[in-house]
C-alpha cells in the first residue's frame, strides 16, 4: 500500500516538474528586438515559450473543407497549448522538409501569426515552434473586438520581402489551415478583416502590415453537421479520399511539368475544392451566422466575387457552383438551397498555348488549368458595401490564396501534380475567356500527372 503511494506520489512530482518545465521560458537572451514603434510595455528581451508537440488531424481532407464554416460564438472554455500547438503548427509551421504547410508563391515566406491570450501577445516562432514574448498585457478585446473569444490570432504580411498580392495569397492559405485545423478539433473561429487592421494598435515591427485577425475558441453552438448533397449535379460529386488534413499538408509539393490526363472526376473534385458548396448542411443554429450551406473558402462579405474558368485540350468552360446562387449579386447561401454545380462551355478552342504566353510555360502542356479571376461587378453589390476599388483589391488576393491552397491540397490527394502562376497579360486571358475589363484575371493553377 505504501509502495502504491509513494509510486503515486512520484509520479504527482514527476508530472508537476515536466508542466512547470514546459512553462519556462527556453531561453532568454539580452538582445533587444528590432523596432520600429514600440509601445511602453513592449518586451525588450527575448523570452520564449515552448510549445508541445503538434498532433496530426486524421480526418480525410476534404471532410475538413467541407465542415469548413465561421464561427463568431465562443464558451469561455480554454484553447490549451495543445491545441494552439497543432493549429498553428498547421498553419505556418516548418515541415521536415524545411519547407512551410503553406505554398510560399513569390519564394519568400511572408506571414507571421501574433498570437494574443489573457496574459500578453506572442509571435509564433515556426522555426523553433514556440511562443516568443511580443508584449505583455491583454489586448484582445482590442484587436479582435469584433468577437470575444479566449484567444485572438492576427495575421500580418511582412511587406517588405514580397509582393503585397502575393503575400495575400499566401495569408488565404494560412487562414484556411486555421480554419480546417480549429474545426476538426472542435474549436471554432472566423477570419476578420479591417482596414486599418486592429491589430496595429499593438505597434507592429516596421515592414509588417495587419491583415486578418482571427478568434479561436470552443463554439457556443456545437457543430451540427447533417449530410444533405442533395445533387443534381451535371458534375461527379465530390468524393472523400483516405489523405488526412495533416497528411495532405505534409505531401503537398509544386510541380513543375504537367502531363497526362485528368479525369472527369479529378476535374470536378479540384474545382470544387476551389469554390464549392459543402454537402453538408450547417445546423448547428448559430445566431451570427445564417449561412446554411457553405463554401470550402470563405469570403468577405460573403460577396463570393470569384469566377472558376477551366482549359483544356477540348475547349473553354466556367465553373458554375450552383445552378443559383445569388439574386441581383446577393448571396442566399442562407437557404441551404440543392446544388446544381456544372461546367459551362464558352469555346472548342484548346487555349493552353495561349495561356501559357500569359502566365508561365508550364501551362501550354497541362491537360487542366484553372483559372482564377475577379467579377469586379460581384464586389459592388446594390447598396452594399464597395469593395471594387484597387485600394482593396488585395482583399481578393487574399480569396484567390485561399482557393489555391485547396486547390493545391485536393491535387495531393488525388495524387496529381499542380503549381500556381500569377497572370502575367491579362488582356489576353480576358479575350481566351470572352470576357470584358469588368475582370481581372489573377492566377493560373496548372494541375497534371507527376
Ligand atoms: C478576407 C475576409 C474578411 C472577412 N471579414 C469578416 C469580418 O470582418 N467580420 C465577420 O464577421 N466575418 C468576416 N468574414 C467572414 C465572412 O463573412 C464569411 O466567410 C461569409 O459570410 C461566409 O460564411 P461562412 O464562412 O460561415 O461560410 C471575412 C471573410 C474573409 C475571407
Same mark, same amino acid.
Given at each position: 500500500?505504501?509502495?502504491?503511494?509513494?509510486?503515486?506520489?512520484?509520479?504527482?512530482?514527476?508530472?508537476?516538474?515536466?508542466?512547470?518545465?514546459?512553462?519556462?521560458?527556453?531561453?532568454?537572451?539580452?538582445?533587444?528586438?528590432?523596432?520600429?514603434?514600440?509601445?511602453?510595455?513592449?518586451?525588450?528581451?527575448?523570452?520564449?515559450?515552448?510549445?508541445?508537440?503538434?498532433?496530426?488531424?486524421?480526418?480525410?481532407?476534404?471532410?475538413?473543407?467541407?465542415?469548413?464554416?465561421?464561427?463568431?460564438?465562443?464558451?469561455?472554455?480554454?484553447?490549451?497549448?495543445?491545441?494552439?500547438?497543432?493549429?498553428?503548427?498547421?498553419?505556418?509551421?516548418?515541415?521536415?522538409?524545411?519547407?512551410?504547410?503553406?505554398?510560399?508563391?513569390?519564394? $519568400?515566406?511572408?506571414? +507571421?501569426?501574433?498570437?494574443?491570450?489573457?496574459?500578453? #501577445? /506572442? &509571435?509564433?516562432?515556426? *522555426?523553433?515552434?514556440?511562443?516568443?514574448?511580443?508584449?505583455?498585457?491583454?489586448?484582445?478585446?482590442?484587436?479582435?473586438?469584433?468577437?470575444?473569444?479566449?484567444?485572438?490570432?492576427?495575421?500580418?504580411?511582412?511587406?517588405?520581402?514580397?509582393?503585397?498580392?502575393?503575400?495575400?495569397?499566401?495569408?488565404?492559405?494560412?487562414?484556411?489551415?486555421?480554419?480546417?485545423?480549429?474545426?476538426?478539433?472542435?474549436?471554432?473561429?472566423?477570419?476578420?478583416?479591417?482596414?486599418?487592421?486592429?491589430?496595429?494598435?499593438?505597434?507592429?515591427?516596421?515592414?509588417?502590415?495587419?491583415?486578418? $485577425?482571427?478568434?479561436? +475558441?470552443?463554439?457556443?453552438?456545437?457543430?451540427?453537421? #447533417? /449530410? &444533405?448533397?442533395?445533387? *443534381?449535379?451535371?458534375?461527379?460529386?465530390?468524393?472523400?479520399?483516405?489523405?488526412?488534413?495533416?497528411?495532405?499538408?505534409?505531401?503537398?509539393?509544386?510541380?513543375?511539368?504537367?502531363?497526362?490526363?485528368?479525369?472527369?472526376?479529378?476535374?470536378?473534385?479540384?474545382?470544387?475544392?476551389?469554390?464549392?458548396?459543402?454537402?453538408?448542411?450547417?445546423?448547428?443554429?448559430?445566431?451570427?451566422?445564417?449561412?446554411?450551406?457553405?463554401?470550402?473558402?470563405?469570403?468577405?462579405?460573403?460577396?463570393?466575387?470569384?469566377?472558376?474558368?477551366?482549359?483544356?485540350?477540348?475547349?473553354?468552360?466556367?465553373?458554375?457552383?450552383?445552378?443559383?446562387?445569388?439574386?441581383?449579386?446577393?448571396?442566399?447561401?442562407?437557404?441551404?438551397?440543392?446544388?446544381?454545380?456544372?461546367?459551362?462551355?464558352?469555346?472548342?478552342?484548346?487555349?493552353?498555348?495561349?495561356?501559357?504566353?500569359?502566365?508561365?510555360?508550364?501551362?501550354?502542356?497541362?491537360?487542366?488549368?484553372?483559372?482564377?479571376?475577379?467579377?469586379?461587378?460581384?464586389?459592388?453589390?446594390?447598396?452594399?458595401?464597395?469593395?471594387?476599388?484597387?485600394?482593396?483589391?488585395?482583399?481578393?488576393?487574399?480569396?484567390?490564396?485561399?482557393?489555391?491552397?485547396?486547390?493545391?491540397?485536393?491535387?495531393?490527394?488525388?495524387?496529381?501534380?499542380?503549381?500556381?502562376?500569377?497572370?502575367?497579360?491579362?488582356?489576353?486571358?480576358?479575350?481566351?475567356?470572352?470576357?470584358?475589363?469588368?475582370?481581372?484575371?489573377?492566377?493560373?493553377?496548372?494541375?497534371?500527372?507527376?
Amino acid at each position: 500500500m505504501r509502495i502504491v503511494l509513494l509510486r503515486n506520489w512520484l509520479i504527482v512530482v514527476l508530472a508537476t516538474a515536466i508542466i512547470s518545465l514546459s512553462l519556462i521560458p527556453v531561453g532568454i537572451l539580452t538582445t533587444p528586438l528590432p523596432d520600429g514603434n514600440m509601445p511602453e510595455n513592449r518586451s525588450t528581451f527575448h523570452i520564449e515559450y515552448a510549445l508541445p508537440p503538434p498532433a496530426d488531424i486524421h480526418m480525410p481532407f476534404e471532410q475538413a473543407m467541407a465542415r469548413r464554416m465561421s464561427v463568431r460564438e465562443f464558451t469561455d472554455e480554454p484553447v490549451t497549448d495543445e491545441e494552439l500547438s497543432t493549429i498553428l503548427w498547421h498553419a505556418y509551421g516548418y515541415r521536415d522538409d524545411g519547407s512551410r504547410t503553406i505554398y510560399d508563391i513569390g519564394g $519568400v515566406p511572408a506571414v +507571421g501569426i501574433y498570437v494574443l491570450k489573457e496574459d500578453a #501577445v /506572442y &509571435r509564433y516562432d515556426a *522555426l523553433n515552434h514556440t511562443l516568443v514574448l511580443y508584449l505583455d498585457g491583454d489586448y484582445r478585446s482590442i484587436v479582435g473586438w469584433q468577437y470575444e473569444a479566449p484567444v485572438q490570432l492576427a495575421i500580418v504580411q511582412n511587406e517588405d520581402v514580397c509582393d503585397e498580392y502575393l503575400g495575400c495569397v499566401q495569408i488565404g492559405g494560412v487562414y484556411q489551415n486555421i480554419q480546417f485545423t480549429a474545426n476538426a478539433l472542435n474549436l471554432g473561429t472566423v477570419v476578420t478583416g479591417e482596414v486599418p487592421s486592429p491589430i496595429e494598435n499593438i505597434g507592429l515591427p516596421a515592414g509588417e502590415k495587419g491583415r486578418i $485577425v482571427m478568434p479561436l +475558441g470552443h463554439p457556443r453552438y456545437p457543430y451540427n453537421f #447533417v /449530410y &444533405r448533397p442533395m445533387w *443534381l449535379s451535371f458534375l461527379p460529386r465530390p468524393q472523400e479520399s483516405d489523405v488526412s488534413l495533416t497528411d495532405a499538408i505534409i505531401q503537398r509539393s509544386e510541380g513543375s511539368s504537367f502531363t497526362g490526363t485528368v479525369s472527369t472526376q479529378e476535374q470536378s473534385q479540384l474545382l470544387w475544392s476551389a469554390y464549392g458548396f459543402s454537402y453538408y448542411l450547417d445546423r448547428s443554429g448559430q445566431d451570427l451566422n445564417i449561412v446554411k450551406r457553405h463554401r470550402t473558402v470563405p469570403s468577405a462579405h460573403g460577396y463570393y466575387p470569384l469566377k472558376v474558368y477551366a482549359a483544356t485540350e477540348s475547349g473553354t468552360y466556367r465553373y458554375e457552383p450552383n445552378l443559383l446562387i445569388n439574386i441581383n449579386r446577393i448571396p442566399i447561401d442562407f437557404i441551404g438551397s440543392p446544388i446544381l454545380p456544372f461546367l459551362l462551355k464558352i469555346t472548342g478552342d484548346d487555349v493552353r498555348g495561349e495561356l501559357s504566353l500569359a502566365s508561365q510555360p508550364p501551362v501550354a502542356s497541362a491537360p487542366l488549368s484553372l483559372v482564377i479571376v475577379l467579377d469586379i461587378d460581384m464586389t459592388r453589390p446594390p447598396g452594399r458595401d464597395d469593395f471594387s476599388g484597387m485600394w482593396i483589391r488585395w482583399l481578393w488576393h487574399l480569396e484567390a490564396g485561399s482557393c489555391i491552397h485547396n486547390v493545391l491540397l485536393q491535387a495531393t490527394t488525388l495524387g496529381l501534380s499542380a503549381n500556381v502562376f500569377p497572370v502575367t497579360d491579362d488582356s489576353m486571358v480576358l479575350s481566351l475567356f470572352g470576357l470584358d475589363d469588368g475582370y481581372d484575371p489573377m492566377y493560373v493553377i496548372p494541375i497534371g500527372e507527376r
